[in-house]
């Protein structure tokens, strides 16, 4: 299977910003659920929010308020807008999906990108 592609990792200083983006050709995002998660050096893969099939999102108590998670099914490309980043944001991203019903009912995806670095130094 193609992978998902992510982009737009890199480093920044606390209190800075990064915006992430998900894409495939090939895929209606619009027909899938979607969602981003994060894994730190040495700590286990961490949900950060996703976005479901009926359009709602949701997200990690850690990133509520300074992260935001939008799809937009016309250019099948899935975002994660980051504001304020500390240095406990910093991981590898990895974006996911899946179109079966039952599976992102779970939050449990079978598309995975192979993930983007985002570094945040104090």
């Known amino acids: 299977q193609v992978p998902l592609l992510e982009s737009g990792g890199g480093s920044v200083q606390a209190g800075g910003s990064l915006r992430l983006s998900c894409a495939r050709s090939g895929l209606r995002f619009s027909n899938y659920c979607m969602a981003w998660f994060r894994q730190a050096p040495g700590k286990e893969r961490e949900g950060v929010g996703g976005i479901d099939l009926d359009g709602s999102a949701y997200y990690v108590d850690s990133v509520k308020g300074r992260f935001t998670i939008s799809k937009d099914d016309a250019t099948n490309t899935l975002h994660l807008q980051m504001n304020n980043l500390r240095p406990g944001d910093t991981a590898m991203y990895y974006c996911?999906?899946?179109?079966?019903?039952?599976?992102?009912?779970?939050?449990?995806?079978?598309?995975w990108g192979q993930g983007t670095q985002v570094t945040v130094s104090s």
């Open positions: 996911a999906a899946d179109h079966n019903y039952v599976r992102c009912a779970n939050h449990r995806y079978d598309f």
